[in-house]
């Protein structure tokens, strides 16, 4: 459903990411973990369209992202680590906003502005001119509207910054549902207890390549006697 065929980035001299090679399937929650600058946030924009790669090929179901934008644009929602509302609009505005941007008739979207409403609970502050929000109601609402039209893959960047413990309970018993109900959610994170808690799988970037692919499982098999947490792992990886 969706792949990186040796997919490269680069600025300049800099490589970004160097030859990602990485295939999700439906059902699956992926977490992608690495430092600053490992690339993370740089294979999400490439996935997203925001930025192109300067080889490889990124494939959403049977589409490019370069060659069929619209086609990918309808089957995926994006979460960035920066929430962005127009701040002039209420939440309910800015939902219906985003439903109109997706060609949703009328009825459909007035149906999904009240099912993603209740579902991030924004029932108290919906009709709220959004300027007035905190970042734990920005991020809900921004959730709400990466999954107005019901994506095959939810994509976040940083869920869980800046969250109270309630909305980040809310967020993770989401993620894990949206995934179990058939759709691909790849999520970028420092939060490595989240990853270890609701991941299917992660990936470890450094340096712009995967260094390890694949079940918690299998990363203590890859590193025995290292600890049992990701946390432990992960560092243990960094350090190899």
Known sequence: ????????????????????????????????????????????KMLVGLLKPTSGTIFVGPYSVVEHPREVCRLIGYVPDLPFLYEKLSGREFLRFVADMYGMPEPAARAAVERESERFQLGEFIDQLTESYSHGMRQRTVFAAAMIHQ???????????????????????????????????LMSTHTLNVAEEIADRVGVMRNGRIVFEGKLE??????????????SLYLALMES
């Open 151 to 185: 994506p095959e893959i939810l994509v976040v960047d940083e869920p869980m910054v800046g969250l109270d413990p309630h909305s980040i309970r809310l967020v993770k018993d989401l993620l894990k549902q949206y995934a179990e109900s058939g759709k691909i959610v």
């Open 218 to 231: 299998a990363l203590r098999h890859a590193l025995p006697n290292r600890g049992e947490t990701l946390e």
């Open 1 to 44: 459903m969706l792949r990186f065929d040796h997919v490269t980035r680069t600025y300049g001299s800099r490589v970004a990411v160097d030859d990602l090679n990485l295939s999700l399937q439906r059902g699956e929650l992926f977490a992608l973990l690495g430092h600053n600058g490992a690339g993370k946030t740089t294979t999400i």
